[in-house]
């Protein structure tokens, strides 16, 4: 069933108005949507089940705490846009940025479930690998869709380069898992991380926090 919609193409790319938003907000919103990217004659298309959000300025984990750098200037940029860095000098990970011009924020994608273009998501992985570990990870995901640096900066909302963010009717979780952020060095308080419960696409083995807790933290 799932195959035969995305052959087929229905699904909606997300306004500009989306992004144009508090990445706390948009960042669970975006579970369930679908990150498509156009690869040569192949069509890649994974659910996304696990993002992290970060607030620029008014967040020491964020790479524009700072301020703007030609490395984030993406970050400052108009939402909707995708921001790629690189890490460890070997990975790749992607970001969806958020809020108005001039303020910058974003939210980080995770993990996702291969939907479409499985094989080609394991040749750019370079192994064999299941189904449930193709995309379980920031690394792994960039690696599997070909997302690099060349990457940085294009746009999702008009869709030109082949990369954006559909909607397909799927809804967000109405409860979402939350937690705190990983791989990181400050602000590893905030929960300001959400997964799709019992998804085995997440990362890894993830601790939920107490709602309570996520709300005060929140804002």
């Known amino acids: 069933m799932h195959g035969e ?3 087929s193409g229905w699904m909606n790319r997300l306004a500009r108005g989306f992004y144009e938003r508090d990445p706390l907000d948009v960042a669970p919103d975006l579970l369930n949507k679908l990150l498509v ?8 298309v994974a659910r996304i089940v696990e993002v992290e959000a970060y ?5 020491p ?3 524009a705490y700072r301020g703007s ?6 970050m400052f940029g108009p939402p909707g846009h995708l921001y790629v860095y690189f890490t460890y000098g070997m990975h790749h990970c992607a970001n969806v940025v958020c809020w ?3 303020r910058a924020g974003a939210v980080l994608l995770r993990a996702a479930a291969p939907l479409s273009g499985l094989e080609a998501m394991r040749r750019a992985r370079a192994r064999e690998i299941g189904d449930r570990e193709l995309l379980n990870g920031p690394a792994k995901l960039c690696k599997a869709l070909g997302l690099t640096r060349q990457a940085d900066g294009i746009d999702l909302v008009s869709g030109a380069s082949g990369v954006w963010v559909g909607d397909d009717g799927v809804e967000p979780p109405a409860d979402p898992a939350v937690g705190v952020r990983v791989g990181i060095r400050n602000g590893t308080e905030l929960p300001w991380r959400w997964w799709v419960r019992g998804d ?4 890894r083995p993830l601790r939920e926090i107490h709602s309570s807790w996520s709300a005060s933290l929140r804002a």
């Open 5 to 7: 919609i995305y052959a």
């Open 37 to 44: 990217v156009s690869a040569g004659p192949d069509r890649l």
């Open 55 to 59: 607030r620029g300025s008014e967040d």
């Open 61 to 63: 984990a964020s790479h």
């Open 69 to 74: 750098t030609p490395r984030n200037a993406t």
């Open 100 to 102: 108005p011009p001039g």
């Open 200 to 203: 085995v696409h997440v990362s």
